[in-house]
């Protein structure tokens, strides 16, 4: 199977911006078995912009997704926790809701020198998972596999730019 590197499409310059954000969440808690930590709905600021475009998933400072990317992820991944974050932007008087899913955190290894994106996932470590995290160098960084980005993908989610990863080990079968 393959697997993508996810990350914000660069093209996307009026995307959400999010301020003061780190009063209200922890970053350490944004993953199973610390999510109780967090707040189930939170309004966050964002940098006033009158051309923001609400884009279907946000990256930095942490994953957030639309209702529509949210219900591609539990029909894949139906166990995920999402928390609801409102995006606010007071001056311009728009708002957005997004969704905060807690995605298992995986353990990827990369050799001294490489780039997060010539990763090579290890099968035997990954086994069918659909999309999970890795952290490097205090960044999380977002996999999917390509079954669940094309869903994504098909319903016009806006704002994804892919990479794909190399698999070591994986099934015969694939």
Known sequence: MKYFLVESDKKYTDAPFL?????KIRIENIEKGRSHLLPQRLVLPIRSNKDTVFIDVIFFPFLLVTETVRKVIAMYEPKTIFKQIALLDGKFEKTELYHLPILEKMNCELKKG????????EYSKIKEKTIFQFTYQNSTYTVMRLDILESILRRGARGLSIIPLQVRGEAEDE
Not at 19 to 23: A, C, E, K, L
Not at 114 to 121: A, M, R
């Open 19 to 23: 301020i003061d954000w780190f009063q």
């Open 114 to 121: 490489q780039l997060v994106t010539e990763i090579e996932l």
